[in-house]
């Protein structure tokens, strides 16, 4: 059973399917692990990291692909480039299939069987492998760090002889897995934090992380949740009063951090460009939603903007932008799963097809695409709901100053494959306003934080520390790549620049 690993080829990402600590549990389970060289130089992992854990290091990516059983990967590749691998190859990773139905196409064609675990469902047994729960946690944390690295002042409350420096105000906007770490990083930070959500779950995790919850709670609001623990689309009339709120807490806020995403829909737009020119110069915005679309008006996906002195960072892949961990969580999520398919003891794949988890995820199989979403003829609405569509690359506003991106991510702002596809969002068939095919097996996904009835106070507490920690709970910690001593990392590199990267166009061999 030989495993490989490639380096990523989309531009601008440093993140790898596999670190030296998976390599060496999937050579325990009987595999043999090919990576080409250089796979985890994005990540900071050197060939001699994979080699010490017992991998061969190919010197192409043909030449680790030829033979493979199974292929891990972050970024969908080219049919093209799976030539070599063996009959039935399992590429398992980030596929990103919505919107691109010929490249999945091409992959049945070429006779793999693509596995997108962005469709795992979101059950207990499932965390472990919830790539979009390891990743948007990240996302949250560091959409913080970008925001304080842009923030001109400090952000916690300072008493020095000096004088006093009083917090920054940051408001969190969707509190779900991203925006709940959010609120905690920036609680660790010093800020003053408050939060919204259209869910009324998340008004006691909001809390028990210490922000304030900001909300119309109306009737509409306490029916605004689905059963599968998703926000359902508001009506305008909501949106409105929200608008209203949030309108004159936004214009007292330093900091705002936007992760509002609803199922199956672009993301809302949550502020306009009256808002951002109602803050005062200096203060900073994060869109993680830029990539579905974004939550604000003047967010260009992939650039720091400023308008009126308001810094707008749109960065899309924000997960990538702090690489060793994002591969460190993403590499346990895949082999989490790759367990579930090995027989350890006669070291060979042994699929059971009728697992929820792999019913949910395999794209295609045996030449056909076999995913229900993809495989069968449906009118193109049914198919590809609204937010599938790839938002198009916005123009700044006339007066918005567009600046470049730091290099290491500029690459990011040519339209990347969303971090959450609406894929995930229409695995939850209890939502009213869900597409109609959802994943087989799906009916058993309940998010935890659905599953129980309104929490007492410490529970609730409890429960935003599991989301947030979620994947690092799940997956705990023995060896992670990042722990290595800075002594066995290169030398020069401390951050990878972009250009450490090829720059090969997504999908190129
Ligand atoms: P998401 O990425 O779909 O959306 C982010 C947040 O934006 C959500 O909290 C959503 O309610 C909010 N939002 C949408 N529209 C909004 C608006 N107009 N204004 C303000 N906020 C708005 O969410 P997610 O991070 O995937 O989490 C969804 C749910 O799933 C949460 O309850 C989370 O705790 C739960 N979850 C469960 C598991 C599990 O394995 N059981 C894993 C991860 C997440």
């Known amino acids: 059973m030989k495993i490989a690993i490639v380096r990523e080829r989309f531009e601008g990402e440093n993140r790898v399917a596999a670190t030296p600590e998976t390599v060496g549990k999937l050579i325990a389970l009987g ?63 980030a596929l990103d299939p919505y919107g691109n139905d010929k490249d999945v ?17 979101r059950i207990t047994r499932a965390q472990v492998m919830d790539i979009l729960s390891s990743q948007a946690n990240l996302a949250g944390y560091q959409g913080v760090v970008e925001a304080a690295a842009e923030f001109d002042r400090a952000l916690p409350m300072m008493m020095t002889a000096a004088g006093t420096v009083r917090p920054a105000k940051a408001f969190v906007m969707g509190a779900g897995v991203a925006g709940l770490q959010a609120i905690a990083t920036a609680k660790r ?17 909001v809390e ?31 949106q409105a009063k929200q608008a209203e709120l949030t309108a004159s807490h936004i ?8 992760t509002a995403l609803i199922p199956g829909r672009p993301a809302p737009r949550l502020i306009t460009k009256a808002m951002v020119e109602s803050m005062a110069p200096g203060s900073v915005i994060v869109d993680l939603a830029a990539e579905r679309g974004g939550n604000v008006e003047l967010t260009v996906p992939g650039k720091v903007i400023e308008h009126n002195g308001v810094k707008i960072i749109g960065y899309t892949n924000v997960q990538g932008r702090i ?33 929820e988890l792999v019913k949910a995820t395999v794209l295609t199989r045996d030449g056909k695409v076999v995913h229900p979403t993809f495989a069968a003829p449906a009118p193109a609405a049914e198919a590809k709901p609204a937010a599938v569509a790839k938002p ?37 068939p209890a939502m009213a306003d869900a597409p109609k095919k959802a994943a087989p097996g799906v009916e058993q996904s309940i998010p935890a934080a659905a599953e129980a009835p309104a929490p007492a106070k ?19 910690a023995k060896k992670p790549a990042a722990a290595k001593p800075a002594a066995s990392k290169p030398a020069a590199a401390k951050k990878p620049a972009a250009t450490k990267k090829p720059a090969a166009p997504k999908g190129a061999k």
């Open 323 to 355: 690489p060793t961990t994002a591969s460190q969580l993403y590499a346990r999520n895949l082999l989490a799963f790759l367990t579930t398919l090995i027989d350890a003891k006669e070291k060979k794949l042994a699929i059971n097809w009728d697992d």
């Open 208 to 238: 028990s992380l210490g922000g304030k919850f900001i909300a119309v709670e109306d009737e509409e609001f306490k029916q605004a949740e689905t059963a599968g623990g998703y926000a359902k689309q508001m009506s305008a009339e909501y």
């Open 392 to 428: 198009a690359p916005k123009a700044p506003a006339k007066s918005v100053e567009a600046k470049a991106a730091p290099a290491k991510t500029g690459a990011a702002s040519k339209a990347a494959p969303a971090r959450k596809p609406a894929a995930k969002k229409a695995e939850v």
């Open 189 to 205: 930070l010093g800020a003053v934090v408050s939060a919204t959500d259209v869910r009324p779950a998340a008004k006691e995790q």
């Open 31 to 93: 595999a043999s692990v090919a990576v080409e060289k250089g796979a985890g130089l994005g990540s900071r992992i050197l060939d001699k990291d994979y080699s010490e854990a017992g991998a061969s290091i190919a010197a192409s990516a043909d030449a680790a692909l030829k033979g493979a059983d199974v292929v891990l990967t972050v970024r969908r590749p080219s049919a093209a480039s799976l030539a070599g691998v063996a009959k039935g190859a399992l590429v398992i990773g």
């Open 105 to 121: 196409a091409a992959l049945a064609k070429a006779g793999v069987t693509a596995v997108s675990m962005e469709f795992m469902p």
């Open 458 to 476: 410490r529970a609730a507490t409890k429960k935003a520390a599991a989301v947030i920690d979620a994947a690092a709970a799940a997956a705990p």
């Open 251 to 258: 214009a007292k806020q330093d900091i705002v951090i936007t």
